[in-house]
């Protein structure tokens, strides 16, 4: 598999623009406005390349004291756990899960898929977020922001404190990005792409 050479010392720039070339170069445009990335982050895994976006954001939450990291089932754990490694701080993901809190011992909500379109209930152990927890969220993409309001309801639930939002692939052209960011939460993106149209990708700079 084909790394990217990083630039060092552009800080600010690099973790976004080594994104944005790499979804340039292998990202596949299909039907649904869906960017498919399969060969670098959702299937293959180019953990290089997770690093630098681990890094960027650590220097984009510097001073954050963010406490934990919590990501959706199941595209979104390898970023987190690779942006965790920078952070010093447990990875939490929320998990999708047919059995109601009867017990009373999970946070639950419910998140429709972009990408099937299916409603699911994702929980979150009561052991792991508490009041005190500051938390900053980490996902592959953001489309319509379902994903991160469904993390966003847990955090609250806890009692903990959001930080923001880390994204690797913002669709800004879909209405999460603008909805998270009029709710006063701070989304970091570190590529945003503006069209997916006829084979070209467009980003925001
Ligand atoms: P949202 O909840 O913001 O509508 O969509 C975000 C979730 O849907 C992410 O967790 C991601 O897995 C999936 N998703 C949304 N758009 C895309 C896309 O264009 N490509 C891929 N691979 N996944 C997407």
């Avoid at 982050?41 to 997770?50: F, I, R, S, T």
């Avoid at 999708?96 to 419910?110: D, L, R």
Wanted: include cysteine; glycine fraction near 10%.
């Amino acid at each position: 598999m084909e790394l990217l050479k990083f630039e060092k010392g552009r800080k600010g720039v690099v973790g976004m623009k080594l994104l944005e070339e790499r979804i340039r170069r292998d990202g596949i445009i299909e039907a649904g406005e869906v960017l498919k990335v399969d060969s670098f982050l959702n299937h293959q895994m180019d953990v290089q390349l997770y690093r630098e976006m681990g890094r960027e954001w650590r220097r984009l939450f510097d001073g954050a004291e963010i406490t934990k990291i919590l990501t959706i089932e199941a595209s979104g754990i390898g970023i987190a756990c690779v942006a965790a490694l920078e952070f010093g701080v447990p990875v939490i993901f929320a998990k999708k899960s047919k059995t109601k809190n009867i017990a009373g011992e999970v946070y639950s909500t419910t998140v429709t898929s972009f990408t099937h379109g299916n409603v699911s209930t994702v929980i979150v152990s009561k052991k792991f977020l508490h009041p005190g927890d500051r938390v900053l969220l980490i996902d592959d993409f953001l489309a319509n922001g379902a994903a991160m309001l469904g993390l966003i309801d847990i955090v609250r639930q806890s009692g903990a404190e959001l930080v923001g939002c880390g994204i690797a692939i913002e669709k800004a052209f879909q209405p999460g990005g603008a909805r998270l960011r009029e709710m006063g939460i701070r989304v970091e993106s570190l590529a945003r792409v503006s069209k997916l149209e006829d084979g070209l990708i467009e980003f925001i700079d």
